[in-house]
């Protein structure tokens, strides 16, 4: 081989080696940047390592965005899953938890992280409920009692091998059936004795009229004819009550507001307690409070009254009633009805603005209540703000103080 080739192949041999050299100090360039954070500059390289560089990068950066993204969606999809009224579930194999939200962990007494992994059927060992699990009747609820709560649970299959279980809590609304159906149970009785009694009453003048029947007295019918009207009107109190209730219960919107005028409306109130005592008691009237009232005036008026006819009803005769309306130092106002009646005992205050309640059923049904006086009495101060104090001892009478927040008081 001549110089000339040696020369050649020499030259060719450094630019071989040149170039491996410049090819390893690249892919060591590349690896370092691969990594190195997300956002570190792409190394500038020239070339088709540059090209190399950018293409790297603009995947990276593709594949970075849409990372984000389905982590965007993930986020989304938790944040709904907690803000969900309903309790999930996810159970993969072996019906382990694989995934549940802070509703189900508080419906099924579990703990979102120690829980993790476990099979739910070691943690929830109710019979009914394994059973549940085991059937392939999905959409089928179950009701389950657990933790002291009423719970339907629903499951539905979830990807492969995956079930999904939704918790509900329903014990308000068991609690509500309950009340409903107590509700009708308690107006069929109420209403099933005074029609008894008219019925009764009229069968009786019936029989006394016509050929062949034995005549009935006239003061012997007009006691009938005046015991049957004592039981219709019974009646229809026990209707308007109800209807009136209806209304409150349901959240119809209140009357239109006005300054109702206190000083007239507890005279009127007065004057009914009266008429209801027959002068069998003592009543007494103390107005030194506030001339007006912001509030509906019909149904403030049926709280005072309900109140004051409840003090006559349990107040033996010769007792003292007395109906108070005065101010609060806080600039509200207070009316207040106290009697020396028979009294109530502690147990049952609690109770006493629940429907029919009646501590002395015999004696409320004998006095004319419909056993929904004070339900009527806790809507309507519900509907002004006003809150009801109940004050009494057995044998030493009662004090039912409304009070009204200051927002109330205004000039008649």
């Known amino acids: 081989m001549t110089a000339l080739g040696w020369v050649i192949g020499a030259g060719l041999g450094v630019v071989a080696a040149a170039l491996l050299l410049r090819n390893h100090v690249q892919l060591v360039r590349l690896i370092r940047w691969s990594e190195a954070p997300l956002g570190t500059p792409v190394p500038d390289a020239g070339g088709l390592w540059g090209d190399a560089f950018v293409a790297l990068h603009k995947r990276a950066r593709g594949a970075a965005e849409s990372r984000r ?17 309903e309790g999930v ?5 072996a019906q382990s938890i694989e995934w549940l939200n802070p509703r189900a962990a508080a419906d099924l007494g579990l703990d979102p ?10 943690l929830m060992r109710e019979p009914e409920f394994v059973r549940f699990l085991d059937t392939t009747q999905h959409g089928v609820p179950l009701h389950l009692r657990r933790l002291g709560r009423a719970l339907q649970i629903v499951s539905a299959p979830f990807g492969a091998g995956s079930i999904l279980l939704l918790t509900r809590d329903v014990t308000q609304l068991e609690r509500l059936e309950t009340m409903r159906r107590d509700f009708v149970a308690n107006v069929s009785h109420e209403l099933k004795t005074p029609l008894t009694v008219v019925k009764g009453f009229i069968e ?3 029989d006394g009229i016509g050929p062949g029947a034995g005549e009935i007295p006239a003061d012997e019918a007009a006691h ?7 039981q219709a009107g019974r009646m229809q109190r026990l209707i308007d009550d109800l209807l009136t209730l209806s209304v409150l219960e349901t959240g119809a919107p209140p009357p239109p507001e006005e300054v109702v005028d206190m000083r007239a409306l507890l005279a009127e109130v007065r004057e009914e307690v009266v008429a209801l005592s027959a002068g069998r008691h003592d009543i007494r009237l103390e107005d030194s409070g506030p001339a007006g009232l912001r509030g509906s005036a019909s149904e403030v008026r049926s709280a005072c009254a309900n109140l004051a006819s409840n003090a006559v009803r349990y107040t033996p005769p010769g007792g003292l009633i007395v109906l108070a309306w005065h101010a609060l130092p806080d600039g509200g106002a207070e009316y207040a009805v106290t009697d020396s009646g028979i009294g109530i005992e502690s147990q049952h205050i609690p109770r006493l603005t629940e429907r029919f309640y009646r501590v002395d059923r ?3 049904r004998e006095s004319g209540g419909t056993g929904l006086g004070l339900a009527i009495v806790k809507h309507v101060l519900e509907r002004h703000q006003a809150r009801l104090v109940i004050e009494s001892q057995p044998g030493r009478g009662s004090t039912f103080r409304v009070v009204f927040p200051a927002n109330r008081v205004a000039t008649a």
């Open 113 to 122: 992280g120690r829980d993790r992994g476990t099979p739910i059927t070691n």
């Open 69 to 85: 993204q389905l982590q965007d969606e993930l986020d989304r999809l938790e944040a709904l899953t907690q803000a969900l009224p």
């Open 89 to 93: 579930v996810i159970l993969g194999a």
């Open 224 to 230: 009938y004819l005046s015991l049957a009207a004592d």
């Open 204 to 206: 009786t003048l019936r």
């Open 362 to 364: 015999g004696r409320s």
